[in-house]
């Protein structure tokens, strides 16, 4: 015997989402309000780089982008984006730029990425991102670069430690009031660290142990008074550059600091401050 299903309901399952798009020879651009459950977006013809930029667009369903397997870079800044579900982006098989930046995001959860596991470069930037759960970012095994930049984290996320091959890595402008002992202890390929613009008032020995490829390591604009050196250089084997300004150095231990760095070759930035009183251009207190 034939089932019937409703018309109503067979439609539930087979629509696609349709947009609005123009290509230009290298991007496709589409203007869309708003993601449907159960509408995986459709597209006749797509480029590798595809962009939903500027609509007003609050959560992405899981199996969103499903029929666009041949996406490689996929630009969904510049909207209203609060909600990602696990399965997010599945599908996107060969996915190698994920960008999301200038949303407003507060939690990333697992499963969000599953299946992205070819993708290189992850913006989160410019959201309003306070939790990221622990698996969230376990099926990134390829991901090279990570931006969290301008966002409200108040401590380093333990979720990093599943990134074994990234190798920037961006918290600048968060709230971030202290680096824990072992933060990245399992990024073993990390070159840039960036933890500019937070609320750091110490850095506990061993914080950067495991960082053996790190080159450089920001540290402007924050709060320090204080800083282990040759706890930072024994554990950073291949740091060469580290930026200090801005802090709330003593002048006498800022001078200590920068002998003990630049006695090992490594580089202390000079600062631009305009102080009267200053330690290599960076200003300190007498």
Known sequence: MQVRLPFALLLCFIVPSFQRCTSTIATTQCDSASFSRGHPVSLGSYKN???????????????????LPEVTTLYLSFNAIKKLEPGSFEGLRKLNQLILNHNSLESISNGVFRGCDNLKVLDLGANKIKVIERNAFTELINLEEIVLSFNQLESVPG?????????????????????????FAKLNSLEVLTLESNKIRYVQDDAFKGLNKVEEINLKDNYLSNLNAANLINNL????????????????TL???????EARNIKVTHGVSRSNVTVNGIACKL
Not at 49 to 54: P, S, T, V, Y
Not at 237 to 252: G, W
Not at 255 to 261: D, L, P, S, V
Request: net charge positive.
């Open 49 to 67: 780089l595809l962009q939903f930029k500027g609509t007003n667009i609050e959560e992405i369903p899981a199996g969103t982008f499903r029929l």
């Open 159 to 183: 979720s990093l430690g599943a990134l074994v091959a990234v190798k920037k890595i961006d918290l600048s402008n968060n709230k971030i009031k202290f680096v824990a002992s072992n933060a």
């Open 237 to 252: 084997k291949s740091l060469k550059t580290i930026k200090l300004s801005v802090n709330d150095f003593v002048c006498k």
């Open 255 to 261: 001078t200590a600091i920068i002998e003990e760095f």
